[in-house]
Every structure is written in structure tokens, then in C-alpha cells.
């Protein structure tokens, strides 16, 4: 069986920071991964986080399985994290378990979706985040498109975007990007959801909204208001969530899957459904992520700190955005880069060619995908100078 496989090519993020890592170039950059960064180059540890690992350490008295739904505590702070003091929490319309980090969710998502309805289609937004097509495929769902981003204008497609979405039957499934949109970093605005909230509405599909940055675009609430916005609105609703990038939880993949029924009981059913999807996939979730945000969103502290501590990595995003526009036009660059300042989250497209992006690796050891993606995290007071000139070079 295994001698007649042949080699994939591997994942492009992965292969890049592979090459990264072998770069000996002391100007290196890494704007490839897309995972927060101090201006050190360093991910850390939140305070917050540390704290709540020892009361962890010195609480817990057994390994035992915590079940499929995972912890009923860190389910319902999610919860309440994602949809504030909705009505449809005291309706009892949600229901949330934990999973192995977002990624996980997005799988037993399309799991859950193929169960209730085998033959749904989903859509997703042109670009979107590159594993969501894989994803949903492996769950055996029919993948389509809807126009989101401009590559030209660089800013949002939104006709052609209402347009598409106007004709998604009852039935379908349309993933939406609640906040910090990978990879375009162009959000919706409140008006816009309002009208895609009213064509979701209109024409009865379900929308699926992976929420994997919650605090890092405007701020916690108003990072939610897409999806508590289709909560008023409508009978059902699912959303996917992530601690990686807002709790600082890489690698101990903590997510949550929530769905939203028109009713208690309809959730209930729907509930057990889900159950039997995790029960099939993976079984249990692990604990040890769960355990710690549910720590620091049980003590009004540990809150408080991981509310600054979120408030620093969202500005420093926020900051990098106009440092590097700043420092592009310190090189005497013409090119219009301000739409990077419009953007909001990780993301952005420079919007230069691949061949420009192969030399940019190539020649000055600036790592980005083909497509001009690049992670803002990996932006520095110590390296913008270097990665704009680079680009100039490029680009002139």
C-alpha cells in the first residue's frame, strides 16, 4: 500500500518557516507565519496565562477524561466571551463544547454539517484562509466561492460579494470571517453585516463564522458584532472559535464549536448530534487549554490583566500597520500602500507579484507566500527599515 504513494508537496507556511529556520542571513524577516510577535521577534507567555498554569498545577487532582463536550465551565465562558448578555443565552438557543484548538472546530464543524444535511454546499470568501477549502472537502462537503477581495482596488469586493451571496440557497452553508480577516485583513463593517445578515436572512442559509481573532481587530465586543448580530436575526447559526491567537494558547489547541438553534429543544437535538460527530473523530478534548481560560475568565484579575495584556498585542498590530506604510514612504516609494493602515488584524496582501516575492526570499531573505501575504506580527522597529528598502529594491 504505501510503496505506491507518491511525495505532496508540502504546506506553504510550513515549508517557509523550514526555510526560515535554515536562513543564516542576519537580516532575515519571517512575515510568513501568522502568530503573534513582540517586538523582540518572540511569542510569549501571557502573565495572565502563568498565573493561571500554577493555580491549574496546583489544583488539579486526576487526568481523567473530562468527556465529549469538554469543560462545562470553559463552554459557557466562551459563550458569554462571544455573545456578551445576548437573549439567546437566557432562550437557552446555544449550545458550545470544546475542541482541539480552531482548526479542530472548523473539522467537527464540517463534520456536524455533512451529518445534518450530506449533500450542503459551502461557501467561502475569495481569498480565504487556505486550509478552509481542505477542510471542508476532507468532511466531504461541496466547496464554492464568493467574490470578498479586490486585488486591485485593495479593499473590499461588496457588490460582488451581495451579489453572489443574494443567490446561496436555503440549505447552503456561507462561512464568514467575524473579525481580522485572513488573509485580506478587510472587515465588514457594521452596515455591511447588517446587509448580509438580512440576505442571510431572506434566503434561509446558515452561516458558519470562524471567530479565530476576537480582541485583536477593534476590541472584544466589537469584534463580536457580526455574530450577535445574527443571533437576533436568525433561527440558526454556527461559529467556530479559537484561543490560540487572543489567549496566546498555540500549541495546548483550545477551541470551541457553537452552534444556534431557533429553540431550546432544537438545540438539544442537534446537540446530540454534534456529540456523535466528536465521538467519531477524536472523542474527548483535551483540558489543559480549557482549564486555563476558564481560570482567567472566572476571576475578575485575571481578566482584567488578559484584557491588557490583549489591548498591548492588538496595538502593537495596529501599530505596525503605519510603521511600515511609514517606512515605505521614507524610501520614496509612489505606490499607494495606505490600504494597509485601512486593514484591521494579522493580515495583509502587499499586492506585488510572485516573482517579486521569490526575489524578495531569494536576495534579501524576506520570507511571505506567492500570494503577498504577510503576518504584521512579524513587522519590528529593528527590521522595518530593512523590509521596506528590500522592498523598494523590488518594487522600483
Given at each position: 500500500m504505501l510503496e505506491q504513494l507518491s511525495p505532496l508537496p508540502a504546506d506553504p507556511i510550513l515549508g517557509l518557516l523550514k526555510a526560515y529556520g535554515a536562513d543564516t542571513n542576519p537580516n532575515k524577516v519571517d512575515l510568513g507565519v501568522g502568530v503573534f510577535k513582540d517586538d523582540n521577534g518572540h511569542t510569549p507567555i501571557l502573565d495572565c496565562v502563568k498565573v493561571a498554569e500554577q493555580q491549574r498545577t496546583d489544583t488539579e487532582t486526576s487526568k481523567i477524561y473530562i468527556?465529549?463536550?469538554?469543560?462545562?465551565?470553559?463552554?459557557?465562558?466562551?459563550?458569554?466571551?462571544?455573545?456578551?448578555?445576548?437573549?439567546?443565552?437566557?432562550?437557552?438557543?446555544?449550545?458550545?463544547?470544546?475542541?482541539p484548538g480552531g482548526t479542530g472546530s472548523l473539522r467537527v464543524a464540517g463534520e456536524f454539517i455533512k451529518a445534518c444535511k450530506p449533500n450542503a454546499k459551502i461557501w467561502l470568501s475569495n481569498p480565504t484562509w487556505a486550509n478552509h477549502n481542505g477542510l471542508f472537502s476532507a468532511a466531504g462537503l461541496t466547496?464554492?466561492?464568493?467574490?470578498?477581495?479586490?486585488?486591485?482596488?485593495?479593499?473590499?469586493?461588496?457588490?460582488?460579494?451581495?451579489?453572489?451571496?443574494?443567490?446561496?440557497?436555503?440549505?447552503?452553508?456561507?462561512?464568514?470571517?467575524?473579525?481580522?480577516?485572513?488573509?485580506?485583513?478587510?472587515?465588514?463593517?457594521?452596515?455591511?453585516?447588517?446587509?448580509?445578515?438580512?440576505?442571510?436572512?431572506?434566503?434561509?442559509f446558515t452561516p458558519l463564522i470562524d471567530m479565530?481573532?476576537?480582541?485583536?481587530?477593534?476590541?472584544?465586543?466589537?469584534?463580536?458584532?457580526?455574530?450577535?448580530?445574527?443571533?437576533?436575526?436568525l433561527d440558526e447559526l454556527l461559529l467556530c472559535s479559537s484561543c490560540s491567537k487572543n489567549f496566546g494558547l498555540y500549541r495546548e489547541r483550545i477551541g470551541g464549536f457553537t452552534l444556534l438553534a431557533k429553540d431550546s429543544a432544537t438545540a438539544d437535538t442537534a446537540h446530540s448530534v454534534l456529540l456523535s460527530v466528536v465521538r467519531s473523530i477524536y472523542s474527548m478534548p483535551p483540558a489543559h487549554g480549557a482549564a486555563i481560560v476558564s481560570t482567567i475568565l472566572g476571576s475578575e484579575d485575571l481578566t482584567s490583566?488578559?484584557?491588557?495584556?490583549?489591548?498591548?498585542?492588538?496595538?502593537?498590530?495596529?501599530?505596525?500597520?503605519?510603521?511600515?506604510?511609514?517606512?515605505?514612504?521614507?524610501?520614496?516609494?509612489?505606490?499607494?500602500f495606505s490600504f494597509i493602515t485601512k486593514q484591521s488584524g494579522m493580515f495583509s496582501f502587499l499586492g506585488i507579484t510572485p516573482e517579486q516575492v521569490t526575489t524578495l526570499i531569494k536576495d534579501y531573505s524576506i520570507y511571505m507566500v506567492d500570494s503577498s501575504r504577510i503576518s504584521i506580527a512579524g513587522i519590528s522597529k529593528t527590521n522595518v527599515e530593512y523590509l521596506a528598502k528590500s522592498i523598494a529594491q523590488v518594487i522600483k
Amino acid at each position: 500500500m504505501l510503496e505506491q504513494l507518491s511525495p505532496l508537496p508540502a504546506d506553504p507556511i510550513l515549508g517557509l518557516l523550514k526555510a526560515y529556520g535554515a536562513d543564516t542571513n542576519p537580516n532575515k524577516v519571517d512575515l510568513g507565519v501568522g502568530v503573534f510577535k513582540d517586538d523582540n521577534g518572540h511569542t510569549p507567555i501571557l502573565d495572565c496565562v502563568k498565573v493561571a498554569e500554577q493555580q491549574r498545577t496546583d489544583t488539579e487532582t486526576s487526568k481523567i477524561y473530562i468527556g465529549p463536550t469538554g469543560e462545562p465551565a470553559f463552554n459557557d465562558m466562551m459563550t458569554k466571551l462571544i455573545f456578551g448578555d445576548h437573549a439567546a443565552i437566557s432562550q437557552n438557543r446555544t449550545r458550545t463544547i470544546s475542541t482541539p484548538g480552531g482548526t479542530g472546530s472548523l473539522r467537527v464543524a464540517g463534520e456536524f454539517i455533512k451529518a445534518c444535511k450530506p449533500n450542503a454546499k459551502i461557501w467561502l470568501s475569495n481569498p480565504t484562509w487556505a486550509n478552509h477549502n481542505g477542510l471542508f472537502s476532507a468532511a466531504g462537503l461541496t466547496v464554492a466561492s464568493y467574490p470578498y477581495y479586490n486585488y486591485e482596488t485593495k479593499s473590499l469586493d461588496f457588490d460582488a460579494m451581495l451579489e453572489t451571496l443574494s443567490s446561496v440557497p436555503a440549505g447552503d452553508i456561507v462561512l464568514l470571517h467575524a473579525c481580522c480577516h485572513n488573509p485580506s485583513g478587510m472587515d465588514l463593517s457594521k452596515e455591511q453585516w447588517n446587509q448580509v445578515t438580512a440576505i442571510a436572512k431572506k434566503n434561509g442559509f446558515t452561516p458558519l463564522i470562524d471567530m479565530a481573532y476576537q480582541g485583536f481587530g477593534l476590541g472584544l465586543d466589537e469584534d463580536a458584532y457580526g455574530p450577535r448580530l445574527m443571533a437576533s436575526e436568525l433561527d440558526e447559526l454556527l461559529l467556530c472559535s479559537s484561543c490560540s491567537k487572543n489567549f496566546g494558547l498555540y500549541r495546548e489547541r483550545i477551541g470551541g464549536f457553537t452552534l444556534l438553534a431557533k429553540d431550546s429543544a432544537t438545540a438539544d437535538t442537534a446537540h446530540s448530534v454534534l456529540l456523535s460527530v466528536v465521538r467519531s473523530i477524536y472523542s474527548m478534548p483535551p483540558a489543559h487549554g480549557a482549564a486555563i481560560v476558564s481560570t482567567i475568565l472566572g476571576s475578575e484579575d485575571l481578566t482584567s490583566q488578559w484584557h491588557g495584556e490583549l489591548a498591548i498585542m492588538r496595538e502593537r498590530i495596529s501599530n505596525n500597520r503605519q510603521l511600515l506604510v511609514d517606512a515605505l514612504k521614507a524610501q520614496g516609494i509612489t505606490r499607494d500602500f495606505s490600504f494597509i493602515t485601512k486593514q484591521s488584524g494579522m493580515f495583509s496582501f502587499l499586492g506585488i507579484t510572485p516573482e517579486q516575492v521569490t526575489t524578495l526570499i531569494k536576495d534579501y531573505s524576506i520570507y511571505m507566500v506567492d500570494s503577498s501575504r504577510i503576518s504584521i506580527a512579524g513587522i519590528s522597529k529593528t527590521n522595518v527599515e530593512y523590509l521596506a528598502k528590500s522592498i523598494a529594491q523590488v518594487i522600483k
